[in-house]
């Protein structure tokens, strides 16, 4: 059975605060994704990874870094978190083009 | 540049049909995919294509055109459990070495009794 598992279902941070989401997935594949989901906005991409140690911005990255040091794990950064932060992070992987393969998703809150 | 247009919600009840379009805007296009999505739950994959015309799953088909950069997705014989979000996504080349999957900003399905 497929999986990708995110470290956390639920996360409050403060302010200014350093926050690590963590993703692992387990079917080799070679993308990985990093989304939010806001109400009425949908999906939005913050970074895809191809490969190890490759990464490409998506459509909304200020304020965020990622980190692909191994195939399976792909790591999500805020540098500094704000309020504006607080959202639903989803985590993806998949084949080249093929489907992809949804994480529970971490509920991150800001205060 | 990419950008996806869907409808924000649509309402239908049990036995119909509806149906969810989606237009894009894109380079380098490899395909459309469908994901549903219910309330408080992952994404989950429905169907993909690369080509045009019409690919059936079940009570679940999906269409595309490319030279209308549009597809549709099509659920007949409607159920409560339909009620989710349905979100199209595009697969689009980049940089030669790999690809993203951006999404739509989501159809919200109500089906009635």
């Known amino acids: 059975d497929v999986k990708v598992t995110q470290s956390s279902r639920y996360l409050v941070k403060r302010t200014g605060e350093k926050v690590f989401l963590e993703c692992v997935q387990d079917m080799d594949h070679e993308n990985m994704f990093w989304y939010r989901q806001d109400p009425g906005l949908g999906l939005r991409l913050i970074y895809f990874?191809?490969?190890?140690?490759?990464?490409e911005k998506g459509d909304i990255p200020e304020g965020y870094s990622v980190s692909r040091e191994k195939k399976e794990r792909f790591s999500l950064i805020l540098e500094s978190a704000s309020t504006n932060q607080t959202s639903m992070y989803l985590c993806a992987s998949s084949r080249l083009r093929g489907e992809a393969f949804f994480g529970q998703g971490t509920r991150l809150t800001v205060v | 540049g990419q950008s996806l247009e869907q409808p924000s919600e649509v309402t239908a009840v049990e036995g119909a049909i509806v149906q969810i379009n989606c237009t894009y805007q894109?380079?380098?296009?490899?395909?459309l995919s469908w994901y549903q999505q219910h309330d408080g739950g992952a994404p989950t994959f429905l169907s993909y294509?690369?080509?045009?015309g019409l690919e059936e799953t079940g009570r679940f088909s999906s269409f595309l055109s490319r030279s209308d950069s549009y597809g549709y997705l099509l659920l007949q014989e409607l159920q409560m459990k339909d009620s989710a979000s349905y979100f199209c996504?595009?697969?689009?080349?980049?940089?030669?070495?790999?690809?993203?999957?951006?999404f739509g900003g989501g159809t919200r399905l109500m089906v009635k009794p």
């Open positions: 996504a595009v697969r689009e080349g980049h940089n030669n070495a790999g690809n993203m999957l951006t």
């Open positions: 894109t380079s380098g296009f490899y395909g």
């Open positions: 294509n690369a080509l045009d």
């Open positions: 990874s191809y490969d190890v140690k490759m990464k």
